[in-house]
């Protein structure tokens, strides 16, 4: 969800305000940025032509023991684009199919590593949720939909974290009572998911800490012992090297063209689309004068739309109510959307 602290979460890892974070009511991430972090054994960042780089022994210079690589993206309930627009965005960044035109608009920030480093493949997809805002049903349509253009596959690479975590140490809320009050959507979402599937909760992070305390350890050090944790069991699993234990882009293109041929990709997004325009434009009604018919058609289109948020609900193992019956009147959409009217 916009204003999470996807952006925030992404600094805090690679220990620099890489990322634009700022608080805001609309998206500040509207394109997919990589950055890129060399970590030495403490997995505190090496900065080039830093002094602190060379110790005052012979020879003592900071060798990098991980190479990270982050990728900050849109959310999926962005505020500022369509939903399948971001998803297909993502989508083709993560298989690299837009990373060079991207890296090549970035700024200087290009710490070093050349712009096709370490595209093997996906080792964790951070989901990032907030401390301080509900989980809604718009929130886990968004997730499924997500999950259908990236694939199933990608969930067993998948890291929950809440931000803002030191909000519930304040209220002495523990994780795993928070977690237990969540929706259903949420619940079943996290079981699912690689680094949660067998009752582990959520990783809490502050990106903000206060008392002296660095985001260092309220941050990076939490999410990136979750991350390691998760790739040893998926390279276990799969009896391989920590690197090769990816999620690869052959993975994602075969479920972005599986999205691509299921209809109701292409119906969401056409319904997508007529939300917005309802929310903006005339037949959002509220003023005076305001023609029944579009009003009708508004009301029809809208529980079209919820119905289909429905069956991806259902995926996500959402309650799903009954359709409303059609109000009279929703005769003038002619049968379809196909149709002239």
């Given at each position: 969800?916009?204003?999470?602290?996807?952006?925030?979460?992404?600094?805090?890892?690679?220990?620099?305000?890489?990322?634009?974070?700022?608080?805001?009511?609309?998206?500040?991430?509207?394109?997919?940025?990589?950055?890129?972090?060399?970590?030495?054994?403490?997995?505190?960042?090496?900065?080039?032509?830093?002094?602190?780089?060379?110790?005052?022994?012979?020879?003592?210079?900071?060798?990098?023991?991980?190479?990270?690589?982050?990728?900050?993206?849109?959310?999926?309930?962005?505020?500022?684009?369509?939903?399948?627009?971001?998803?297909?965005?993502?989508?083709?960044?993560?298989?690299?199919?837009?990373?060079?035109?991207?890296?090549?608009?970035?700024?200087?920030?290009?710490?070093?590593?050349?712009?096709?480093?370490?595209?093997?493949?996906?080792?964790?997809?951070?989901?990032?949720?907030?401390?301080?805002?509900?989980?809604?049903?718009?929130?886990?349509?968004?997730?499924?939909?997500?999950?259908?253009?990236?694939?199933?596959?990608?969930?067993?690479?998948?890291?929950?974290?809440?931000?803002?975590?030191?909000?519930?140490?304040?209220?002495?809320?523990?994780?795993?009572?928070?977690?237990?009050?969540?929706?259903?959507?949420?619940?079943?979402?996290?079981a699912r998911m690689g680094h949660h599937a067998d009752g582990t909760p959520p990783i809490l992070v502050e990106n903000v800490p206060r008392d002296g305390a660095s985001r260092a350890a309220t941050a990076r050090a939490p999410l990136l012992a979750a991350v390691r944790e998760l790739v040893q069991r998926v390279a276990a699993e799969r009896r391989c090297d920590e690197n090769q234990?990816?999620?690869?882009?052959?993975?994602?293109?075969?479920?972005?063209?599986?999205?691509?041929?299921?209809?109701?990709?292409?119906?969401?997004?056409?319904?997508?689309?007529?939300?917005?325009?309802?929310?903006?434009?005339?037949?959002?009604?509220?003023?005076?004068?305001?023609?029944?018919?579009?009003?009708?058609?508004?009301?029809?289109?809208?529980?079209?739309?919820?119905?289909?948020?429905?069956?991806?609900?259902?995926?996500?193992?959402?309650?799903?109510?009954?359709?409303?019956?059609?109000?009279?009147?929703?005769?003038?959409?002619?049968?379809?959307?196909?149709?002239?009217?």
């Amino acid at each position: 969800q916009t204003g999470n602290g996807k952006s925030a979460t992404g600094n805090s890892l690679l220990g620099r305000d890489a990322f634009v974070a700022r608080r805001s009511l609309q998206s500040v991430t509207e394109r997919c940025r990589v950055r890129y972090a060399a970590l030495d054994a403490d997995d505190e960042p090496i900065v080039p032509g830093d002094p602190a780089v060379v110790a005052e022994d012979a020879g003592g210079i900071r060798r990098p023991s991980t190479v990270l690589r982050v990728v900050d993206t849109p959310g999926t309930c962005d505020s500022g684009a369509l939903l399948e627009d971001n998803l297909r965005h993502i989508s083709a960044f993560l298989r690299g199919e837009e990373r060079k035109d991207e890296s090549a608009a970035d700024d200087d920030d290009d710490d070093g590593a050349e712009a096709g480093a370490g595209d093997e493949g996906l080792h964790a997809l951070v989901l990032v949720l907030s401390a301080a805002t509900r989980f809604t049903q718009e929130e886990a349509v968004a997730l499924e939909r997500l999950v259908q253009r990236l694939g199933e596959g990608v969930m067993r690479h998948s890291v929950a974290i809440f931000t803002r975590g030191g909000e519930l140490a304040a209220d002495d809320v523990r994780v795993d009572d928070f977690v237990r009050s969540a929706p259903p959507t949420l619940r079943q979402l996290l079981a699912r998911m690689g680094h949660h599937a067998d009752g582990t909760p959520p990783i809490l992070v502050e990106n903000v800490p206060r008392d002296g305390a660095s985001r260092a350890a309220t941050a990076r050090a939490p999410l990136l012992a979750a991350v390691r944790e998760l790739v040893q069991r998926v390279a276990a699993e799969r009896r391989c090297d920590e690197n090769q234990a990816t999620y690869d882009a052959k993975a994602l293109t075969a479920a972005s063209d599986a999205a691509d041929a299921d209809p109701s990709t292409a119906a969401l997004a056409v319904l997508d689309r007529l939300k917005r325009q309802m929310a903006s434009g005339p037949m959002a009604g509220g003023g005076g004068g305001t023609d029944p018919r579009r009003s009708a058609m508004a009301e029809a289109a809208m529980r079209a739309f919820s119905d289909l948020q429905a069956q991806f609900a259902a995926r996500a193992g959402a309650p799903v109510a009954a359709p409303a019956v059609p109000p009279p009147g929703c005769e003038v959409l002619g049968g379809g959307f196909g149709a002239s009217s």
